[in-house]
């Protein structure tokens, strides 16, 4: 009787200990709290999207904000043009001076640049003066006690002839057609010179041509093109895409974020248009749009109420509020076996087992079984 006493008692204890305490004194629901949901902004490499990236990440932020929402950008970096333009002026001071081997040798620097880069980044006037002062100086280099007169671009009259004589032999060879078709939104530039358009077919004088092409989502194509013939050039498109929706959920699960907000300008056509996109368990949802305009100023404050008013109407994701107020990790499921009443009363259990023998008798007597010494052999 006492052993199933013990036994029930014990039992008893395990199931109060291993049953979820309440909190709050009586209520066991437990207290919840938001989570702060993370927002991913996106552009490609572009040039374009270079540029507006910064007052649009501005604008987000603070819309963010509001929310306590985190932003992160995750745009890959955009390849800046090489600094030919410094090399050039360095050449054009070091002829100036009439110090012609530095100044050869910065233009054949800044030309090796050029071929490499399609002469990205330099302007039709800085590509005329590089090749310009570059055969100069090479002609310039066997004289230099020549006498200079006083003609304002500061050229011998030698080296000025040899220069007209290129320039009318050059021009005296028939053109050929070059064709370049690039991706729409596309801008062309040929030997430092912009068109302004995505398609492009024009006559040329024979020799080599600097070609660059600034594409709406991706890098710039370069290249140099020697025309001996017609000449028909299709820009690949290389589109630089964002992470995918599942590669973002992943990593706003790592960051412990709630719904994650997904902002990504992308150019079609000639039209830059920002997306938001939630995603939620029923997938991607669209929250806004802004296309952008000739007004960065405006671009900045429509996608800074877009993105407000989409950060509010997001689902809320809730937490306990004890990770609300500051702890990383949630509280850990009590065992039973770590509940301290559990083990008091085993013990209370093991000691009325042990004491038992002591209490009752199986024959229903009041004294102990083995209480008194049986005497007889002595007797």
């Known amino acids: 009787m006492a052993a199933a006493f013990s036994a029930a008692l014990s039992v008893h204890a395990i199931e109060v200990a291993a049953a979820p305490a309440p909190r709050d004194g009586a209520a066991s629901v437990a207290r919840v709290a938001p989570v702060a949901p993370v927002v991913f902004f996106w552009s490609s490499p572009s040039r374009a999207d270079n540029e507006a990236r910064p007052e649009l990440l501005a604008a987000l932020k603070e819309a963010a904000a509001l929310t306590r929402a985190r932003v992160l950008d995750l745009s890959p970096l955009a390849p800046s043009p090489p600094d030919t333009s ?89 053109p050929l057609a070059l064709t370049i078709t690039a991706p729409p939104g596309s801008r062309i530039f040929i030997d430092g010179r912009s068109t302004g358009r995505d398609r492009l077919s024009e006559p040329l004088l024979r020799g080599e041509h600097y070609l660059w092409v600034e594409r709406p989502a991706a890098p710039p194509f370069t290249r140099v093109v020697a025309l001996a013939a017609p000449v028909a050039l299709v820009v690949p498109d290389e589109t630089v895409r964002p992470p995918d929706d599942a590669e973002l959920l992943r990593r706003a699960a790592r960051l412990g974020a709630g719904v994650p907000l997904v902002v990504a300008l992308s150019r079609q056509g000639g039209v830059a248009m920002v997306e938001l996109r939630s995603l939620e368990r029923r997938g991607g949802v669209l929250r806004g749009a802004v296309r952008l305009g000739p007004s960065p100023a405006a671009d900045a404050r429509d996608l800074r109420e877009t993105a407000a008013r989409a950060l509010r109407e997001l689902p809320a994701a809730r937490v306990d509020a004890s990770l609300a107020a500051g702890q990383t990790d949630a509280p850990a499921e009590r065992r039973w076996y770590k509940n301290r009443w559990v083990w008091l009363a085993a013990g209370a259990a093991a000691a009325l087992v042990a004491a038992s023998p002591f209490l009752l008798d199986s024959s229903g007597n009041s004294s102990p079984r083995y209480g008194a010494a049986n005497t007889d052999p002595l007797q």
């Open 86 to 174: 410094s090399r050039v002026a360095r050449g054009v001071a070091a002829y100036d001076a009439m110090r012609f081997a530095d100044a050869i040798f910065e233009l054949d620097q800044a030309a090796a640049a050029a071929a490499e880069n399609g002469a990205w980044g330099l302007g039709r006037d800085g590509l005329v003066d590089l090749f310009l002062y570059r055969g100069l100086c090479k002609t310039e280099s066997g004289d230099q006690a020549g006498a200079w007169n006083d003609d304002p671009a500061r050229f011998r009259p030698s080296a000025f002839k040899s220069f007209v004589r290129a320039v009318r032999e050059a021009s005296a060879r028939p």
